[in-house]
């Protein structure tokens, strides 16, 4: 069983930065591949990145690309996601996942076994 605690979440304004880490307990983390999605009110959740773990190779959603960055640390059992350039319309509930599956797309919630419980975004303008 792999358990995911998000954190680094808030409240910010049009502009500012913030860096969500998801801390894994398992031993295996270095074998997971690991992805961040988000769900604003009144929307599906939705992919923003993800990073394998055999090759460190990330994905991002058109939506991130250029301003947020996906990156892990198996040392400490951790993927973090830096967002800078924080618009309005990235408030939402974001949440970290797992998974141990190989030759997925890492883009859609069903290549992901585990989840984390998320953590609230707003960005005011």
């Known amino acids: 069983q792999v358990q995911l605690v998000e954190s680094g979440g808030g409240l910010v304004q049009a502009g500012d930065s913030l860096r969500l880490s998801c801390a894994a307990s398992?031993?295996?983390?270095?074998?997971?591949?690991m992805g961040w999605f988000r769900q604003a009110p009144g929307k599906e959740r939705e992919f923003v990145a993800a990073i394998t773990w055999s090759t460190g190779s990330t994905y991002y959603a058109d939506s991130a690309k250029g301003r947020f960055t996906i990156s892990r640390d198996n040392g400490k059992n951790t993927v973090y996601l830096q967002m800078n350039s924080l618009k309005p319309e990235d408030t939402a509930v974001y949440y970290c996942?797992?998974?141990?599956?190989?030759?997925?797309?890492?883009?859609?919630?069903?290549?992901?076994?585990?989840w984390g419980q998320g953590t609230q975004i707003t960005v005011s303008s």
């Open positions: 398992v031993r295996t983390f270095s074998r997971l591949g």
């Open positions: 996942a797992a998974t141990y599956r190989w030759g997925v797309s890492y883009r859609v919630s069903n290549d992901y076994n585990y």
